[in-house]
C-alpha cells in the first residue's frame, strides 16, 4: 500500500502562482502525476512525470505548469502559474506502482477573477 498526502492547495486571485506537494509513504519507481476534478466534469490529467524523466502536460495547462519530481523525497510536486478561473478543482496526486493505482485525498485549488 501507497498513501498519498497532497498540501498547497488554496485561494488565489487569477494569474496568481501556487506549488502543490505530493509526499508518497513509499519510493515510487513508475509514473507520479497530477489530475483534476472541477464540480460536475469527469476527472482530467494535469500532468505525469515519468520515471524516465519524461513529462506530459494536458493542452489546457501546457505553458503554465510545471511538474517536477525528487524521488529521494518521495515527492511530486506541481508548480502553477498563470492560474485562471477555469483551473479551480480539486487537485490529485497519483502514482502507479506495481501494478495498482493510488490516489491522494485531494487538495482544493481556487482561483477568483
Known amino acids: 500500500q501507497v498513501q498519498l498526502v497532497e498540501s498547497g492547495g488554496g485561494l488565489v486571485q487569477a494569474g496568481g502562482s501556487l506549488r502543490l506537494s505530493c509526499v508518497a509513504s513509499?519510493?515510487?519507481?513508475?509514473?507520479m502525476g497530477w489530475f483534476r476534478q472541477a464540480p460536475g466534469k469527469q476527472r482530467e490529467l494535469v500532468a505525469t512525470?515519468?520515471?524516465?524523466?519524461?513529462?506530459n502536460y494536458a493542452a489546457s495547462v501546457k505553458g503554465r505548469f510545471t511538474i517536477s519530481r525528487d524521488n529521494a523525497k518521495n515527492t511530486v510536486y506541481l508548480q502553477m502559474n498563470s492560474l485562471k478561473p477555469e483551473d479551480t478543482a480539486v487537485y490529485y496526486c497519483?502514482?502507479?506502482?506495481?501494478?495498482?493505482?493510488?490516489w491522494g485525498q485531494g487538495t482544493q485549488v481556487t482561483v477568483s477573477s
Open positions: 497519483y502514482a502507479y506502482r506495481y501494478g495498482s493505482d493510488y
Open positions: 513509499r519510493s515510487i519507481s513508475s509514473a
Open positions: 512525470y515519468t520515471t524516465l524523466g519524461r513529462t
